[in-house]
């Protein structure tokens, strides 16, 4: 299947805003085993998108065009599609009762220049748009299937979930069924899953497509077989890995670290508190991003200054005078202080130097300490995470979750995070 | 000027990659009152990428081809420049001696598969890149000027700045200066900007081109002037349009509005601390995001559950059982609290109903109090931020440092953030 994409508007061009519709379409063909060909974007201009339409249909099986659908005079899909192919534009019944039935529930008149929307090809049937006023509309044309989709990014997502995928799949004969697994796991580089995957299963089955894609901080991996007589060894694999990197898989599709942590908490009926300093609270207010944090959170006391680690958590001066603020003796006390001034069960403390400034040569940049756990056993460890400031904190911020997940899970909180970080080969890239 | 981009790889066609460089080049250009015309994407397939440079170079003035410069065998672009001009691939001894300064000081060898990178079409000259291993080069065939970028954005971006402009401006002959102005704005909406400006500036002088980029949570504004015998001008209307707005400026190019609250407590040689509720600890984490906060940041108190409002900020049980603990009473005794609970000379609280659960009609969703200033002269303002859960959470501690901002620096507080929330006329879009 030749897939080519079509992507209009000035928006695009002047660089204002970023196309993220061509990577979501690219996404979603992937899960049917296809890319796209070829991409084209081009400007409101009614020449070139009308000799776009022209030559990359002709060389394509399937040409996907993304803008350009709306009421104004710069949208002009349908004209250059009418131009293209040589079928005039006729008032389309199904796209007028479409736009009259979206906009009478929400109180909006059709306009003259809404009524512009329903005006497609004659050839062109209209795709449907569940969330949006624009239709979309296909047609076949010299052997190419051509279908104009909203730019909108929430109408074309639904369009290509719900019409556009099943037509291209219907169009290239695909009868299959396709069965996607995602998991997420945190903790583990790319490569780092890449190497032992292919040293503990030299087995893979060829049936079972695996894919990773970074989302950071987790990672996704997409288990995908194609045709239904394969589902059992999606389910057996995905078992495997799963039970293989049990400790790094945070949950299922979409799972984030912040949800994952939630979870653990709320089923270990448990409420956590945080003592930040180099992480300024953002532990916390990821734990709070997520909607029902009541009741897993108590709060957190972000102490940047020594003074305040003496004054609000109880950091004994002599430990910060002989082992320094970042140390194993102050995060514990952090912890301690934390789980003492609150009615948390659970406590994450955490004490680094985020840099640019203040590293020695004894603790440079990018050390860490954290301590985590209940008021009777609490651990602490120590990491080197020598990166940029912010990346440094959304970093550490994460392991401190994730050290958290772990505990109350049961699993080991002994792993090497990102280890990739320590024997990255040097190279010319 | 015609310009067209050509775009290479096969994680651009997948949609692993999601493309910024051609935003930012269509951004820089914009600076030179230029738009690209067109842009093609095209997988590493050797027929395609040699196809799109014939097509692309016959009908414009200027093609860019970004990406395919690497020492892989899927790195193709030289090889495809090669094919459509009929130049051959020779060892190019600038690129190779660009190579041998590039790997020595970095102690690696230049092996087989790097030298690749230094054979170029004889008809091209190299592109210097200051920062990576590839050159770029460039050639002018059938009067349109080539020149071929590396993928990776950081060198993509000096090489833009650096060589590729001042390419483009001797190509199309561009002598005058450009003078480009940039300035930050918080609090106000794109179009609540343009409107006020129509009303403000009917005498906006043509030489001065206006435009306005919003990059959550501020907006850029540039003014640009070309020709040298404009400055004065560019000059003049931005103190005019600085005067006028002067509230909402936060800063020049590229100042974030974290940068701009710790560069207002450090001259007003002031510390901070905040005390959270619902935004849980994102005002402290985004002050600890820049460097050098631990001059202006004593620390946070996220008191999230009412027991911690009581137990930690002294809070009196009785007004939170009074007036709710998203109150003007309580958001004031939680910045009381702070104050005395740390040495900060300066304090911001909030408290709000974030949502999705929480509201009542009395305090839907989305209302939130603020409370900020000094131990004497405390003030409370509530908002109603409508939002989705995390866009509440941003806005919100945007607007509280802001508040921050405008109390020491003097600037009024009584300012109507994005009133655009609240008059945004109901339209089919």
Avoid at 376 to 388: E, G, Q
Wanted: proline share 4%; charged share 25%; net charge negative.
């Amino acid at each position: 299947m030749r897939i080519a994409l079509l992507l209009t508007g000035d928006e695009l061009m002047s660089g204002d805003t970023v196309d993220s519709n061509s990577a979501y379409i690219a996404q979603s063909l992937k899960d049917l085993g296809m890319t796209p060909r070829i991409k084209k974007v081009v400007g409101d201009d009614l020449e070139l998108l009308t000799d776009s339409i022209t030559e990359l249909s002709s060389a394509s099986d399937v040409l996907i065009v993304n803008g350009g659908l709306g009421p104004t005079v710069d949208d002009l899909t349908a004209l250059a599609l009418s131009k293209a192919t040589g079928s005039n534009l006729t008032r389309n019944e199904a796209a007028m009762a479409h736009l009259s039935a979206w906009a009478e529930p929400r109180g909006f008149v059709v306009t003259e220049s809404n009524l512009k929307q329903a005006d497609l090809p004659e050839i062109c049937e209209i795709v449907d748009n569940p969330v949006g006023s624009a239709v979309g509309f296909r047609c076949v044309w010299q052997n190419c299937m051509i279908i104009c989709t909203p730019g909108v990014p929430n109408e074309f997502k639904k369009m290509v979930e719900g019409q556009v995928l099943p037509l291209i799949k219907s169009h290239a004969g695909i009868k299959e069924t396709i069965k996607i697994t995602r998991l997420r796991l945190f903790g583990i580089t790319e490569s780092g899953l890449q190497d032992i995957v292919n040293e503990k299963f030299p087995d893979w089955p060829k049936e079972i497509e695996l894919g990773f894609r970074v989302q950071m901080p987790v990672i996704e991996v997409k288990l995908t077989s194609r045709g239904g007589q394969f589902d059992y060894l999606n389910d057996h694999w995905t078992e495997k890995f799963s039970n293989l990197f049990s400790d790094y898989v945070i949950g299922a599709n979409g799972t984030r670290l912040t949800q994952a942590l939630n979870k653990a908490l709320a089923k270990s009926n448990k409420k956590i508190v945080t003592a930040e300093s180099c992480t300024g609270g953002s532990i916390a207010s990821g734990i709070v991003s997520e909607a029902g944090s009541s009741h897993v959170f108590d709060g957190a006391f972000v102490v940047y200054s020594n003074a305040m680690k003496q004054s609000v958590l109880d950091v004994p001066s002599s430990i910060i005078d002989e082992y320094g603020a970042v140390s194993e003796q102050v995060v514990l006390a952090m912890a301690k202080g934390a789980l003492e001034k609150s009615d948390a069960d659970m406590a994450i403390s955490i004490s680094g130097i985020a840099g640019p400034e203040g590293g020695t040569p004894e603790k440079p940049v990018g050390t860490v300490w954290m301590a985590w756990g209940e008021k009777d056993s609490l651990k602490a460890r120590r990491f080197f995470l020598p990166m940029p400031r912010l990346a440094f904190q959304r970093t550490a911020a994460s392991i401190a979750m994730d050290l958290v997940r772990r505990e109350l899970l049961k699993l080991s909180t002994d792993i090497d995070y990102f280890s990739e970080l320590k024997r990255k080969p040097k190279h010319i890239s």
